[in-house]
T-cell receptor
Framework: GIQVEQSPPDLILQEGANSTLRCNFS?????LQWFHQNPWGQLINLFYIPSGTKQNGRLSATTVATERYSLLYISSSQTTDSGVYFCAGGGTSYGKLTFGQGTILTVHP | NAGVTQTPKFQVLKTGQSMTLQCAQD?????MYWYRQDPGMGLRLIYY???????DKGEVPNGYNVSRLNKREFSLRLESAAPSQTSVYFCASRGTGTTDTQYFGPGTRLTVL
């Protein structure tokens, strides 16, 4: 099956800093999502982005499908951005996703 | 519109006991999924249901059974719980269309003693 590798595993920032999270895939995917798991455990959809670039406020994501990676950019980070960021991809129908191990982000005031 | 709901939120079992985790979605989605999340790890797929009336194994199906009761509901059953099944369980659903986004429930935290 598809292997998903995320980096860095941990990231500590001061409020206001920018960051880039990376996700590499072992094989082509046609279904790629980024999630944020907040400190209460809730998984929140950030982007559905099998290719191209999308932006939502301070967050943006880019997927280069031909090179099998995706990037999540967080600008002007806030303490509420803290949590775990997961990318997940799938190459089959039925929407099955394989998750990466996650990046733990801590934003200090 | 509640999205994806799960019950119970917390559960403690003794080894060998059985229980059923319930999941329901009100978004008229065709596909539903059960995942488990262990400390420091991403989510792993247990079972999924591509549409009403169908179920199939995911990455870690051993020790679990599922039932797609109708389009809204997808339950996960542990017949004889083991400590290795201590985990947080998430249910998700996905519609069909241009986004194919999966939406997750709040999770069930299960401890098996």
């Amino acid at each position: 099956g598809i292997q998903v590798e995320q980096s860095p595993p941990d990231l500590i920032l001061q409020e206001g800093a920018n960051s880039t999270l990376r996700c590499n895939f072992s094989d082509s995917v046609n279904n790629l999502q980024w999630f944020h798991q907040n400190p209460w455990g809730q998984l929140i959809n950030l982007f559905y982005i099998p290719s191209g670039t999308k932006q939502n406020g301070r967050l943006s994501a880019t997927t280069v499908a031909t090179e099998r990676y995706s990037l999540l950019y967080i600008s002007s980070s806030q303490t509420t951005d803290s949590g775990v960021y997961f990318c997940a991809g799938g190459g089959t129908s039925y929407g099955k996703l394989t998750f990466g191990q996650g990046t733990i982000l801590t934003v200090h005031p | 519109n509640a999205g994806v709901t799960q019950t119970p939120k917390f559960q403690v079992l003794k080894t060998g006991q059985s229980m059923t985790l319930q999941c329901a979605q009100d978004m008229n989605h065709n596909s539903m999924y059960w995942y488990r999340q262990d400390p420091g790890m991403g989510l792993r797929l247990i079972y999924y249901s591509a549409s009403e009336g169908t179920t199939d194994k995911g990455e870690v199906p051993n020790g679990y059974n599922v039932s797609r009761l109708n389009k809204r509901e997808f339950s996960l059953r542990l017949e004889s719980a083991a400590p290795s099944q201590t985990s947080v369980y998430f249910c998700a659903s996905r519609g069909t269309g241009t986004t194919d986004t999966q939406y997750f429930g709040p999770g069930t935290r299960l401890t098996v003693l």
